[in-house]
């Protein structure tokens, strides 16, 4: 069975997933201030359902940036945002030009380091996933490079109605992609669309 491979992503209506300068103290960057992920935390009920979809998946694939806001070699005592019991409860694959041992979590969780490629991550992801779903977690670059390379089923935006301005726009330089939308739904601080993503013909 192949697996279903998707990307939930944050995003403002003039289309960054985050702002310029990010560090460890603003993750996002300048100007976003939590205002892209209120919806994730104010209003979890009313976005339970998207809530629950980003962390059903059976492996994982996410850039260094999203795990972590340092550059270079590891500093090993970083051990990813999310505390001991990160959300995922699945292996989760990330890319990254420096090699680092698996770091096992709580809850399932185990944090693969890939240094050769997005291809390779796939095909460790698919491996550990056994025809589950997986997850492409971002950042902006890792989803484009999936994009650009026909490899995602679904793109699942969660547009926040905020303007930020500069920093990472996720679908910069992608003029060859077509998407088809397949769902849509708004709340009080976020509109959930997911789109089909078409594959060129023979591709």
Do not use: C
Not at 31 to 38: E, S
């Amino acid at each position: 069975m192949a697996s279903l491979i998707s990307s939930d992503l944050a995003v403002s209506l003039d289309g960054f997933v985050a702002g310029p300068n990010q560090t460890l103290e603003k993750p996002f960057g300048d100007g976003v201030d939590g205002r892209l992920h209120r919806w994730m935390f104010e209003a979890r009920e009313d976005n339970a359902a998207e809530l629950k979809a980003i962390v059903a998946h059976k492996a994982y694939i996410m850039g260094r940036n999203m795990f972590s806001p340092g550059r270079g070699e590891w500093d090993t005592s970083w051990r990813g945002w999310w505390g001991e019991d990160p959300p995922y409860h699945a292996p989760v694959f990330v890319l990254t030009h420096h090699k680092r041992d698996p770091l096992p979590m709580q809850g399932g969780t185990t944090f693969h380091f890939v240094t050769d490629g997005i291809d390779s991550a796939l095909r460790q992801a698919k491996a550990a996933a056994g025809g589950g779903s997986i997850g492409i977690a971002g950042g902006a670059n890792v989803v484009r490079q999936y994009l650009q390379a026909g490899a995602i089923d679904e793109l699942r935006l969660h547009i926040a109605p905020v303007v930020i301005g500069a920093g990472e726009r996720l679908l910069d330089g992608l003029v060859d992609l077509t998407l088809e939308p397949i769902a849509a739904r708004h709340t009080p601080l976020v509109t959930h669309v997911r789109y089909r993503v078409l594959r060129k013909q023979g591709a």
